[in-house]
């Protein structure tokens, strides 16, 4: 069964442990997700079924949007509450200074990516490594800051929502946020609003094609060269500057790049 669709991951489980649960949910076999969710975060998590997790690195997943509560004063390795180690009262700040330094995160921000997280170091997650006390150093990452807004300030908790660049790492603005505060926090609570144009919809099922972030294409020779796999001449294109491009052929979807004058099959004839 080919589907896609959005859910609602709870926090308290793994996204692994959640799409075990989907799988028995609705009897399917082959399943993936995209977009990790850590287990104490919720939200939003893009589902596909059968084929369709071949969409993944296609799909409108960008940009993401985030609710978030920092607490101040407590520190943890995970940047989060699975591993508080120790909490200091901290002194009220005021709300004029803890919005201006929000606003000082809009924009392109680098940092270090958390040793608590699915990225690899040969291979091998950096959580993994964290847990059995390796020493390594993370990759520093670049995320995009579009919009960062407090919602609430109850101390010692800041209520923010934030909207960032796939592959940004909440946890890790969150202590940041923190420190230019002058003080040490993570985050207590973390919720996916939306990914791109995917939001939760009582798992709803969705069209690919209305979702997909290639640009529709027109092949001008006989389709059944693409059906049957064939090598493909730029020259038969509509478009031909380099770039993804999806086609449609009797209800099966064929994502080919155009690169250098070269035509590549990304994916082929699969079934929408």
């Given amino acids: 069964m080919n589907k896609l669709f959005v859910t609602n991951k709870p926090a308290g489980l793994s996204s692994n442990q959640f799409l075990s649960r989907l799988k028995r949910k609705y009897g399917v076999k082959k399943a993936g997700f995209s977009g990790t969710l850590d287990p104490f975060a919720r939200g939003s998590l893009i589902i596909a ?17 985030y609710k ?5 004063g407590a520190t943890s390795p995970t940047l989060d509450i699975e591993k508080i180690d120790n909490i200091k009262e901290t002194p009220k700040l005021d709300i004029k200074t803890i919005k201006e330094t929000l606003n000082s995160f809009l924009g ?10 699915a990225k ?15 020493e390594f150093t993370p990759k520093t990452i670049k995320s995009q800051i579009q919009y960062i807004k407090l919602l609430n300030y109850t101390h010692p908790f800041i209520h923010f929502e934030t909207t960032v660049s796939e592959g940004a790492y ?27 144009e995917f939001y939760f919809q009582d798992e709803k099922e969705l069209k690919p094609i209305n979702y997909l972030n290639t640009t529709p294409n ?3 020779s006989d389709t059944n060269n693409i059906l049957l796999g064939k090598k493909l001449d730029i020259n038969d294109f ?9 086609l449609l052929i009797d209800n099966l979807l064929s994502i080919i790049s155009i690169n250098d004058g070269e035509v ?7 079934g929408i």
């Avoid at 690899?120 to 390796?134: F, M, S």
């Avoid at 590549?264 to 699969?270: F, G, S, T, V």
């Fill in 218 to 220: 027109t092949y001008n």
């Fill in 264 to 270: 590549k099959y990304e994916i082929n004839r699969l």
């Fill in 238 to 246: 509509e478009i031909q500057e380099d770039g993804y491009y999806h």
């Fill in 68 to 72: 978030a509560t920092l607490w101040l």
């Fill in 170 to 196: 909440i946890r890790s603005i969150g202590t940041l946020i923190a420190q230019r505060l002058g003080i040490s926090g993570v985050l207590s609570s973390l919720e996916r609003v939306n990914e791109g």
């Fill in 108 to 117: 392109e921000l680098e940092y270090s990516s958390p040793k608590y997280s």
């Fill in 49 to 65: 079924f059968g084929q369709y997790p071949k969409l993944f690195r296609f799909l409108k997943k960008s940009p993401k949007a």
């Fill in 120 to 134: 690899k170091q040969n291979g091998i997650p950096y959580y993994k490594l964290a847990r059995t006390d390796t």
